[in-house]
């Protein structure tokens, strides 16, 4: 049996591949792995988050579940000033991703590996993005927005793409209530897959 992509230390045997392809207009050599999300090639759904995400360009951002890192490293593009950290439970994609940061000479990122938030405890983010693992259940994906609210600085904003068929109108219920009816927006749609941005509000406490 084929083991899950969100396994902490994937078994199965090595199987590298590389590709070419060209993420908001920058051209990336990606170098991935059996045992990783989507490892033929970029997500559709994380395509769709990277061509509608926006933050400026000196921005803290979280890439949370970053597997080998297109959409970690496509915000480092776009955040030539600021810095992005990339974390993933899977210890396989994140030694990929800091191949491929290295491979596609980008300096400002820091990748971590470890469950959800924990490796970045006591941090907080001008932006995170999230292509959530919707497989590991909704218990991991629901904590996974609870906490991302907690490590937003205030005003900051999570961006989280959700397919139709795969959750996205309570995906956007859950932002609601944690973040409130008017600080959730669909940002777009392509495919079938939803990007939604929830704002932080400013004087909000972090837990
Ligand atoms: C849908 S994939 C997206 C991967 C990557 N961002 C991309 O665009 O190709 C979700 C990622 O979340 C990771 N993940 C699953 N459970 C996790 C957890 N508890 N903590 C951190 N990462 C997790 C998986 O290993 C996987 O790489």
């Given at each position: 049996m084929s083991e899950h992509y969100?396994?902490?230390?994937?078994?199965?045997a090595e199987d590298r591949r590389r590709f070419q392809t060209e993420l908001r207009g920058f051209p990336f050599l990606f170098v991935t792995d059996a045992g990783?999300?989507?490892?033929?090639?970029?997500?559709e759904g994380s395509r769709t988050l990277i061509g509608m995400m926006d933050f400026p360009s000196g921005a803290r951002v979280l890439d949370i579940?970053?597997?080998?890192?297109p959409i970690g490293l496509a915000a480092a593009r776009l955040a030539p000033r600021g810095h992005v950290t990339m974390t993933d439970i899977n210890e396989r994609a994140a030694e990929l991703a800091r191949e491929n940061a290295a491979l596609n000479g980008i300096g400002n990122v820091t990748v971590k590996t470890g469950d959800l938030f924990e490796p970045v405890a006591g941090e907080t983010f001008d932006v995170i993005l999230a292509n959530p693992p919707i497989r590991a259940g909704k218990a991991v994906v629901y904590r996974l927005f609870e906490e991302a609210k907690a490590h937003l600085a205030p005003g900051g904003a999570f961006w989280v793409v959700v397919h139709n068929k795969q959750g996205a109108p309570s995906a956007r219920k859950k932002l609601e209530e944690l973040f409130g009816e008017d600080s959730v927006e669909e940002i777009g749609k392509h495919k079938g897959y939803r990007v939604y941005r929830a704002v932080r509000s400013r004087d909000q406490k972090n837990i």
């Open positions: 969100f396994t902490r230390q994937p078994r199965s990783v999300f989507s490892r033929d090639g970029v997500d579940g970053c597997g080998y890192g």
